[in-house]
């Protein structure tokens, strides 16, 4: 696991979190991890083993669904933020898209858009700049830009979420199942988008994601969650090439590829929980 104390990149931290939902409900039990600055880190597991509530435990949208924090720590750029609202979190550079995008049907692709700059005060120029960038890297959505949201397809409304977090000029960008509902070849192409405005704009990645197999091709380092627990991590490239993540997230076993059933229901090895 990356060593928070010793890198000095580091942008993220969680640090041994638990969360409960109704005051009875434990869902994560001393989740770790680090996202450096820069990079493309990945949350990997199966429905339900925590991925979604460790985001919003960083984003602090758990009080919305009576989820709090109890115990750990969580810092952003060397500043604790447990305490901060979600609003003051995308002021100081972190945003998250939630799962199945949540763009207002209502409004157009255009003023969906905008809406992820309505914490920023440096200007209509810089604001327009802006939109003009996110238009650059999703050519779709200028040409949907009149189009209500709701009638847009799962792949816009997707690429307009993504857009309307860029609105807001973010360091960090929380992405909770980028490839839900979607397409193969739409896959691809946002989590080519995501590749490009890492590299060339900076935007450090976290994202939740039940696809294995793409998330370990494009982010660099990888966190398997089981039942609220971090059960392996390491760099993505080790982890696409270790007999478990091949037999239990990626269907292939020693004998080759295993059905869905096989995969689904395994008994976790014990070296894991070492």
């Given at each position: 696991?990356?060593?928070?104390?010793?890198?000095?990149?580091?942008?993220?931290?969680?640090?041994?979190?638990?969360?409960?939902?109704?005051?009875?409900?434990?869902?994560?039990?001393?989740?770790?991890?680090?996202?450096?600055?820069?990079?493309?880190v990945?949350?990997?597991?199966?429905?339900?083993?925590?991925?979604?509530?460790?985001?919003?435990?960083?984003?602090?949208?758990?009080?919305?669904?009576?989820?709090?924090?109890?115990?750990?720590?969580?810092?952003?750029?060397?500043?604790?933020?447990?305490?901060?609202t979600?609003?003051?979190?995308?002021?100081?550079?972190?945003?998250?898209?939630?799962?199945?995008?949540?763009?207002?049907?209502?409004?157009?692709?255009?003023?969906?858009?905008?809406?992820g700059?309505?914490?920023?005060?440096?200007?209509?120029?810089?604001?327009?700049?802006?939109?003009?960038?996110?238009?650059?890297?999703?050519?779709r959505?200028?040409?949907?830009?009149?189009?209500?949201?709701?009638?847009?397809?799962?792949?816009?409304?997707?690429?307009?979420?993504?857009?309307?977090?860029?609105?807001?000029?973010?360091?960090t960008?929380?992405?909770?199942?980028p490839?839900?509902?979607?397409?193969?070849?739409?896959?691809?192409?946002?989590?080519?988008?995501?590749?490009?405005?890492?590299?060339?704009?900076?935007?450090?990645?976290?994202?939740?994601?039940?696809?294995?197999?793409?998330?370990?091709?494009?982010?660099?380092?990888?966190?398997?969650?089981?039942s609220?627990?971090?059960?392996?991590?390491?760099?993505?490239?080790?982890?696409?090439?270790?007999?478990?993540?091949?037999?239990?997230?990626?269907?292939?076993?020693?004998?080759?590829?295993?059905?869905?059933?096989?995969?689904?229901?395994?008994?976790?090895?014990?070296?894991?929980?070492a």
């Open positions: 696991m990356l060593d928070t104390a010793t890198n000095r990149d580091t942008l993220l931290a969680v640090n041994n979190i638990e969360v409960i939902y109704n005051h009875v409900i434990l869902v994560l039990k001393g989740v770790s991890l680090t996202v450096p600055r820069g990079g493309i990945a949350i990997l597991g199966a429905n339900g083993a925590g991925k979604t509530t460790t985001l919003k435990a960083i984003s602090n949208l758990l009080r919305s669904e009576r989820g709090e924090v109890t115990k750990g720590t969580i810092s952003f750029k060397g500043e604790q933020i447990q305490h901060l979600p609003s003051e979190l995308v002021k100081r550079g972190c945003i998250q898209v939630m799962e199945g995008r949540h763009c207002f049907g209502h409004l157009t692709i255009e003023e969906n858009l905008m809406t700059a309505y914490t920023r005060g440096d200007g209509r120029a810089k604001i327009a700049e802006d939109l003009d960038l996110v238009y650059s890297y999703f050519p959505l200028k040409e949907r830009r009149k189009s209500q949201a709701g009638y847009t397809s799962g792949g816009e409304q997707q690429m307009c979420a993504i857009g309307r977090a860029l609105m807001s000029r973010p360091t960008i929380l992405l909770d199942e490839s839900m509902g979607l397409a193969p070849q739409l896959v691809e192409e946002i989590f080519e988008i995501v590749r490009d405005l890492n590299e060339r704009e900076g935007v450090t990645f976290l994202l939740a994601e039940q696809n294995t197999n793409i998330a370990l091709r494009y982010a660099t380092y990888g966190y398997i969650l089981e609220g627990r971090v059960v392996m991590d390491g760099d993505a490239k080790e982890l696409r090439e270790n007999e478990d993540v091949k037999e239990f997230y990626l269907g292939i076993g020693g004998e080759g590829r295993k059905s869905f059933r096989d995969v689904k229901h395994y008994k976790r090895r014990k070296r894991w929980l």
